[in-house]
């Protein structure tokens, strides 16, 4: 599978993730994600993920914290999510 191929399987695999609302299918998803690298917790409904220097670097999280200040100043735009996911579905073909 190309990168192309492979990065277009990803974000159908999150889209799809995003429209379900079944917890236990959902939980099934974490559980097995959970085998890998990837850490997540429980916080009541909502997830947070843990920071995790092995597998997303600090500078990554230093840009982050950046841009967000940019963005509450009003500095740096944004799209709502309807609006990145319209563009994905046109940009793929969902």
Same mark, same amino acid.
């Given at each position: 599978?190309?990168? =192309? #191929? %492979? &990065?277009?399987? @990803?974000?159908? $695999?999150?889209?799809?993730?995003?429209?379900?609302?079944?917890? =236990? #299918? %959902? &939980?099934?998803? @974490?559980?097995? $994600?959970?085998?890998?690298?990837?850490?997540?917790?429980?916080?009541?409904?909502?997830?947070?993920? @843990?920071?995790?220097?092995?597998?997303?670097?600090?500078?990554?999280?230093?840009?982050?914290?950046?841009?967000?200040?940019?963005?509450?100043?009003?500095?740096?735009?944004?799209?709502?999510?309807?609006?990145?996911?319209?563009?994905?579905?046109?940009?793929?073909?969902?």
């Amino acid at each position: 599978m190309n990168e =192309e #191929k %492979l &990065n277009a399987f @990803k974000i159908e $695999l999150l889209l799809a993730l995003i429209d379900c609302n079944d917890v =236990e #299918k %959902l &939980n099934r998803i @974490k559980a097995i $994600l959970n085998k890998k690298h990837f850490s997540v917790r429980e916080e009541t409904s909502q997830y947070a993920a @843990k920071k995790n220097e092995e597998v997303v670097p600090q500078n990554f999280y230093d840009e982050l914290e950046k841009d967000f200040e940019l963005y509450q100043k009003g500095k740096l735009e944004a799209k709502s999510w309807d609006e990145v996911k319209q563009g994905l579905k046109e940009k793929y073909d969902f």
